[in-house]
């Protein structure tokens, strides 16, 4: 496979959980990379194995901060957009600074973006945006109406990418990540992710709690899947490609029950005494839906997209990273 090398490349949100991946991924292909980030979310530990390579700047400063945004695309290539506040439920609670972050921020970025000239523009989009759609799996040009602000955002951001291109010229591809887990994502934190939470709960032999009876599924997908997508974005060379959004998932579905019990079985190999560990049930998540299903078809087809890990090869590599490197 072709790989992207030699470039100068942008990663906003470079110290959180998807970002940071990027960042190792690409600094490995001899390329140079700028991270800006607030560290609202993102942990500058996230990046303590970068700040001494000579090909990597760090930008403190914020999406909502044009400035800092024209400071940051300054002379590169290709733009990697992972900056948002991410949460159904932080976005239902603080609406206003979600709106502000995913939506200010993106078009701050976008604008910044084609004031430079930038090869490409390659961002995080989401699988929020099919919304209350029930049909399965979830094609791109099918979504539904919107269940919560962060799933509105999201959404606005794949209308601005267009009408940028149509407006002003600029290359975009929007990336609908469904449910990434992996090494690095954060389990502290009231907004953590089902995966580290679960992870969490059974290395101090606690009880994690299920929203539901446990029957809803998700598409869970490995952070190296998600890398892939991005390089292969970057790659894509067919204008059929170009200015178009992709779901970047495995394509397969899988219950909370099966989940707790995949991670429950790996990080019992490294503690016995996990194996003993039960759930509790809770109500269901306001915002959430029933189960979610992705076709890959179009990234296969358009930018020869082809998820290397499934979901239990992921969790079993995701487990053994959480319990070398968690500490409470």
Known sequence: MKKVEHSRILITGGAGFIGSNLVEKLLAQDNEVVVLDNFATGKMENLVPFVNNKNFKLIVGDIRDMAKCREAVDGVDFVLHEAALGSVPRSIKDPMTST?????????????????????????????????SQALPKVEDRIGRALSPYAITKYVDELYAYNFHELYGIDTIGLRYFNVFGRRQDPFGAYAAVIPKFVMSLMKHESPVINGDGSYSRDFTYVDNVVQA?????????????????????????????????????????????????????????GDI????????????????????????????????????LKF
Not at 105 to 127: D, H, I, P, T
Not at 258 to 278: C, H, Q, R, S, W
């Open 100 to 132: 502000a972050v995913n939506i200010l921020g993106f078009v701050n970025m976008l604008y910044a973006a084609q004031e430079a000239k930038v090869k490409r523009f390659v961002y995080a989009a989401s699988s929020s945006t099919y919304g209350d």
């Open 230 to 286: 991005n390089e292969l974005a970057l790659l894509a060379e067919q204008p059929a490609a170009l200015n178009e959004v992709y779901n970047v998932a495995f394509g397969e579905r899988t219950t909370l029950n099966e989940l707790f019990a995949y991670l429950k079985e790996n990080l019992a190999e490294f503690d016995p005494a996990i194996g003993e560990v039960t759930p509790q049930y809770g109500p269901n998540r306001a």
């Open 290 to 325: 029933p189960h979610s299903l992705a076709s890959i078809e179009k990234a296969r087809t358009l930018l020869g997209y082809a998820p290397e890990y499934s979901v239990k090869a992921g969790l079993k590599q995701a487990a053994c990273w959480y319990f070398e490197n």
